[in-house]
Every structure is written in C-alpha cells, then in structure tokens.
C-alpha cells in the first residue's frame, strides 16, 4: 500500500513540471492578462488636455481659497459647500454636510453670491 502511495506521488509531481517555452526564459510563468478591464484611460488629445488642465487649475484655486460654491447636479438638486477635494472622477464637498459627488453627475457650478447667477 504505501508502494501505491509512493508511485502516486512520483507521478503527480511530474505532471506538474512546466514544460520550457524557448521565448521566455525556464521557470517563468507567463501570465495572461484579462480579456476586459473595467476602465480604460485613453490618451486625451491636446484640445481635451487644455480643458482638463483649465478645470484642475479651477478647482485648485477654489480649494485654496475655499470659496464657497453652488454645485448643480443633473437632476437640477443644488448643493452650497466648499469644495474640499477632487479626483479624475469626484468632488468631495462641506457644507451643511459632507457629500461626495461623482463629477458626470454635476450640470454646472457657480460661486455662491455670484452677480452673474
């Protein structure tokens, strides 16, 4: 019986050898990558990358002074706050609460006693 054991063993530790590939070096494991990822970052063309760096440079100056600002969401709900932090895809706004607000989903912002608005 342990013969059987022993033989059993020998030959499932030979199945497990990887066999060499001549394009990678011995000892490798290759690794596939997935065949969809979630999200893409595309390269942004010089026009998209002015209104990007206009927008950073934007929020950047209101966070500084931390000026108080109207945000007006898509379905026409407005939020007053200061805008505390950002991201590529965020805004994370204090005001009577805290509140963090996925950026598709802003309309437009204006600063609060605006005299345009």
């Not at 054991?5 to 997935?34: C, E, K, L, M, Y």
């Not at 200061?82 to 912002?109: F, H, P, Q, T």
Request: hydrophobic letters at 35%; one cysteine or more.
């Amino acid at each position: 019986m342990s013969t059987q054991a022993t033989q059993f063993a020998v030959s499932n530790q030979s199945a497990h050898i990887p066999t060499p590939v001549s394009s990678r070096p011995p000892g490798r494991i290759q690794r596939n990558p997935p065949a969809a990822l979630p999200f893409r970052f595309v390269a942004l063309s010089s026009s998209e990358a002015s209104h990007r760096d206009a927008e950073l440079f934007y929020l950047q100056k209101q966070i500084h002074a931390q000026t108080p600002m109207v945000i007006v969401l898509e379905d026409g709900e407005e939020l007053e706050g200061c805008i505390e932090w950002y991201d590529r895809n965020s805004l994370k706004v204090r005001g009577k609460s805290k509140a963090l607000i996925y950026k598709s989903a802003i309309k437009y912002m204006y600063k609060l006693g605006d005299p345009g608005q």
